[in-house]
């Protein structure tokens, strides 16, 4: 038997925790989004975006998830402090998804949603699926953490003092909603991240002068390309000889963004086709990110990446 394709649903952006007797709040993990399932050929692992995940996270083929059962999860890898880092799941896919380690970081599936189990559940409210979500008892290394009713305040303060990226407020009652941002999921978050295109970057100085200074990223605004800022900090030895090496192949002549791009140095243009995960303190007057900071890449298809979706308000 052949078990359904689902897209994962999407939450909104809520500027600040709340409480409330008819949400439940759950930690926002630092990861890959996944819809997983198994059926009689095998466990399948899909991105975001359709993209295969087993491939890059072999080890999940022999995830403990019951033959006719898909759930909604988060691939994440916990640092040595316990908490969940994206930059160690960055060094397992490297560019485009693809493997750049032998072994690496062990990575856990961390589960919150059960969308298939014989049959279809995604009209269900969201309290009985968690129900039967928990009535599995996935073992390790599965994780399916307990949602806090209606005290989102008390757990935000947790998660920012545990340094984690945020929390997710689903109302009682809402059902899954395949693909779709809405409003009955709300996402606050600690740190504020964005997706972004990159379109070029700043050659580097001193200790980078055989790399580069910063990657230049911007959104998409209908099929134009707009700078938001420069982006220098967050990268290590490796990603930035990763990056150094893929930059120079996709070089270009002109300038991919729409706007004008108003920089001290002059910069180098590349074909927009790497997205970044970019952590930030706050959108300037001008539309333009303030303390930006490189967090990794993110597999997704570059018409995803836009104003509406990672812009600001």
Excluded: C
């Amino acid at each position: 038997m052949s078990l359904p394709s689902f897209e994962p649903m999407l939450a909104t952006r809520w500027d600040r925790p709340f409480d409330d007797d008819g949400w439940w709040f759950e930690v926002k993990w630092d990861g890959y989004r996944a819809v997983v399932g198994r059926d009689e050929s095998g466990l399948r692992a899909r991105s975001r975006r359709g993209l295969d995940l087993v491939d890059s996270f072999p080890e999940l083929a022999a995830a403990p998830i019951p033959q006719g059962v898909v759930v909604d999860s988060e691939i994440v890898a916990f640092d040595e402090s316990g908490r969940p880092s994206f930059s160690l799941l960055q060094r397992r896919t490297g560019f485009g998804g693809r493997p750049t380690e032998s072994g690496g970081a062990a990575v856990n599936l961390v589960v919150f949603d059960l969308l298939y189990d014989g049959d279809t559940l995604v009209d269900m409210p969201y309290e009985e699926r968690r129900q039967r979500l928990e009535h599995l008892e996935l073992p390790q290394p599965i994780i399916v953490p307990a949602p806090t009713a209606a005290t989102g305040l008390a757990l935000y303060e947790v998660v920012e003092e545990q340094g984690l990226e945020g929390i997710v407020g689903k109302r009682l009652g809402s059902r899954y909603q395949p693909g779709k941002r809405s409003p009955d999921w709300r996402k606050v978050s600690v740190r504020r991240r964005l997706r972004a295109v990159v379109g070029g970057y700043l050659p580097g100085e001193g200790g980078r002068s055989s790399t580069f200074g910063s990657v230049l990223v911007g959104l998409y605004r209908g099929n134009d390309l707009i700078w938001i800022g420069a982006v220098g900090s967050g990268f290590d030895e490796s990603s930035l000889r990763a990056f150094r090496d893929v930059l120079h192949q996709i070089e270009r002549p002109d300038s991919p963004f729409a706007n004008q791009v108003q920089l001290p140095q002059s910069p180098i243009w590349v074909e927009p086709s790497i997205v970044v995960s970019v952590e930030y303190k706050e959108w300037t007057a001008d539309h333009h990110l303030r303390a930006p900071v490189y967090k990794g890449v993110e597999v997704v298809e570059l018409e995803s990446v836009t104003w509406e979706t990672e812009g600001p308000g």
